[in-house]
C-alpha cells in the first residue's frame, strides 16, 4: 500500500485565453492527483487528507475511488473546498491563485497510525505551507520516517502561498533527515536555493529533478547521476505532468520493490533509465491531454 498525504482541490481551469475565459471546475491539488495517478496505474493506494462535505469535496472522493484509491483515511469538515484559479500560457505551463482561508482541508489532524500494510508515503505541495494542518503532514511525516516506511516528498513550490521564503527553505531543510526520495522541478530547485549533493548528504538516497520537456535526472547518494530526455508530444498543458511523475516514479519502485533507500542504492544505471523512461511516458501523455489526467497502465504498455 501506498498512502499519499496532502491537499485535494478544486482547479478552475480556464477554455480559452483571456483574463476572463471561462472556468471549468476539475478535480485537482499535488498529493490528491499522484494518487488517482497511482490508481490508475494499478497500485494499492490510499488518501490521507481531509475534505470539504461539500459538493465539491463529494466529487473528489467519488474521483479517488473511480481510480480504485482508498479514501477511508480521509477525515471530513463543513468548511469549504479549497480553489485554485489555474493560468495556463502560451506553452502549455499553469500558474495558480489560491483561495484557501478557512478550508477543510488546512485543519488536518495526523492519524493516529498509517493503514495496514503501509510500505511508503508521498507528501508535498500545499498541505506542508498552511497551517495548522502543514504540522500535522510534518508529523506524519516524521513518524513514518521514524517507523522505516519510505517517504518521498515534492515540495512543489507554490510561492504565493509562502509568505516568509527563508522561514520555508529551513522547513524544507528540517525534512531531509526523513525523507527516503525527494523529486522537484527545476523551478522548485532554483527557488528553494539548494543543490543535489547538499540535498542527499541531508538524508535522502535519492533526487529526482524534472525538467520540464526537457526530460528528468536522478541523482543518488553514490555520486551517480541519471538523466533520460523527454517524451515528445504536442502539449496541451502541463497540470498534473510532475504529479504523474512522483506516482509513475512510486508505481516503479513498488513493482521492483524497491521501496527503501537501500533499495534506491542498488537500482544501479539501466534501473534508473528504465524508471525514469517510463515516468517521462507517463508524464507526457498526462501533458497531452487537458486539465490533470493521468494514465491508465494499459496506456502505458
Not at 78 to 107: M, N, Q, W
Request: charged letters at 20%; hydrophobic letters at 45%; aromatic letters at 6%.
Amino acid at each position: 500500500m501506498i498512502v499519499v498525504a496532502g491537499e485535494a482541490l478544486i482547479d478552475l481551469v480556464p477554455q480559452g485565453r483571456g483574463a476572463l475565459a471561462e472556468l471549468k471546475p476539475a478535480l485537482g491539488g499535488g498529493p490528491y492527483n499522484t494518487a488517482v495517478a497511482l490508481g490508475r496505474l494499478g497500485s494499492p493506494t490510499a488518501f490521507c487528507s481531509r475534505t470539504s462535505l461539500d459538493a465539491f469535496g463529494e466529487a473528489l472522493l467519488d474521483g479517488l475511488r473511480e481510480a480504485g484509491v482508498d479514501v477511508s483515511a480521509v477525515q471530513r469538515g463543513t468548511e469549504p473546498t479549497t480553489l485554485a484559479v489555474a493560468t495556463i500560457d502560451a506553452h502549455g505551463s499553469a500558474s495558480y491563485s489560491f483561495y484557501v482561508d478557512g478550508t477543510a482541508d488546512r485543519l488536518f489532524t495526523a492519524p493516529a497510525e498509517l493503514p495496514t500494510g503501509t510500505r511508503a508515503v508521498s507528501f508535498g505541495t500545499c498541505s506542508l505551507v498552511l497551517e495548522p494542518g502543514a504540522s500535522a503532514y510534518e508529523e506524519l511525516l516524521r513518524t513514518a520516517s521514524a517507523q522505516g516506511v519510505f517517504t518521498a516528498l515534492d515540495p512543489n513550490i507554490r510561492a504565493g502561498l509562502i509568505p516568509d521564503p527563508d522561514a520555508y527553505r529551513a522547513r524544507f531543510k528540517s525534512w531531509l533527515p526523513s525523507v527516503s526520495l525527494l523529486k522537484l522541478s527545476e523551478e522548485d530547485a532554483h527557488w528553494l536555493g539548494g543543490t543535489p549533493r547538499e540535498w542527499l548528504a541531508a538524508g535522502p538516497a535519492a533526487v529526482v529533478i524534472t525538467h520540464g520537456a526537457d526530460g528528468l535526472t536522478a541523482f543518488t547518494a553514490d555520486g551517480s547521476v541519471h538523466p533520460v530526455p523527454g517524451e515528445k508530444v504536442e502539449v496541451v498543458d502541463t497540470i498534473g505532468a510532475g504529479d504523474t511523475v512522483n506516482a509513475a516514479l512510486l508505481h516503479g519502485l513498488a513493482t521492483r520493490d524497491a521501496l527503501s533507500p537501500e533499495a534506491l542504492a542498488s537500482l544501479g544505471p539501466d534501473g534508473w533509465t528504465t524508471l525514469l523512461r517510463f515516468a517521462a511516458r507517463a508524464a507526457a501523455v498526462t501533458c497531452s491531454r487537458a486539465g490533470a489526467q493521468p494514465p491508465y497502465a494499459w496506456e502505458l504498455s
